[in-house]
């Protein structure tokens, strides 16, 4: 009797960005964490501290980056990338990879509908702009989906 596998996705938006720079808000700017967003990144240590990830998977900026680069560093995981363009490819490469913890970073915008088509629901929408501190836990285990979402 081969034991249920569960896989955990914990999906969540690059901490603080530095917006002071010119054209910082367009998605395809890449600016730096600001100091309280690197106080963030440093923190999912330990609001994560129950899971140890398989994989670490960002999109290519430095935002991103940066937000898993505290955890990365910890659990001596590289940082893989991911093209934001692509999240449904990505999604199915994600939901076949069972039995493995792993963590995404990634956007206002991307990071909700990442949790929507691993869940297979439109429930979540985009973030606010200025909301960074939300993170989902999604769990599939026996074919069923869960998922909750954690302000950190």
């Known amino acids: 009797h081969l034991q249920a596998q569960t896989s955990t996705y914990i999906l969540l ?49 430095l935002r991103t980056r940066s937000t898993v680069t505290p ?12 093209d934001p363009k692509q999240l449904e490819q990505f999604s199915k490469e994600l939901l076949a990879l069972s039995g493995k913890t792993i963590v995404v970073a990634g956007h206002s915008n991307t990071t909700p509908a990442l949790v929507n088509l691993l869940i297979h629901e439109n429930r979540y929408p985009p973030l606010d702009e200025s909301v960074y501190n939300q993170l989902w836990i999604v769990t599939v285990k026996d074919g069923k989906t869960s998922v909750i979402q954690i302000t950190y």
Do not use: C, W
């Open 71 to 82: 955890l990365a560093e910890k659990f001596h995981q590289p940082i893989e990338s991911y």
């Open 13 to 61: 938006r690059h901490a603080e960005k530095d917006t002071s720079q010119p054209g910082a808000t367009r998605m395809n700017a890449d600016p730096p964490l600001t100091r309280l967003g690197r106080k963030r990144a440093e923190s999912l240590i330990k609001v994560l501290h129950a899971y140890t990830p398989d994989r670490i998977y960002s999109t290519p900026y």
